[in-house]
């Protein structure tokens, strides 16, 4: 089993920067692809990011490309989420989760492929 860990959220202006930190212990960290998901209230949970094992591969929602960057550091057992000119429409609960069968570059976007989740971490963006 693996236990997640977020850190980084807060409030921040429109336009702002946010970075947060997934911390993972337990079983060995580059066995899991590592994704980060978010739940705004009255919304259903939806994808945000994931990254391969080896972090070779990404894969980023429509809404946050060009905006957000995911990374990780296997030697820290640790996943980041760079989010630049947030707006208020990001505003929600992010999750890190990890998923232990995807392949060595397997990114899959389905929260029902994540076996392990965080507590979450409040991002809010102000207008």
């Known amino acids: 089993q693996v236990q997640l860990v977020e850190s980084g959220g807060g409030l921040v202006q429109a336009g702002g920067s946010l970075r947060l930190s997934c911390a993972a212990s337990?079983?060995?960290?580059?066995?899991?692809?590592m994704g980060w998901f978010r739940q705004a209230p009255g919304k259903e949970r939806e994808f945000v990011s994931v990254i391969s094992r080896s972090g070779g591969t990404t894969n980023y929602a429509d809404s946050v490309k060009g905006r957000f960057t995911i990374s990780r550091d296997n030697a820290k057992n640790t996943v980041y989420l760079q989010m630049n000119s947030l707006k208020p429409e990001d505003t929600a609960v992010y999750y890190c989760a990890a998923d232990d069968k995807a392949g060595f570059i397997g990114t899959r976007r389905s929260q029902y492929y994540y076996a392990y989740w965080g507590q979450g971490t409040q991002v809010t963006v102000s207008s």
């Open positions: 337990g079983r060995t960290f580059s066995s899991y692809a």
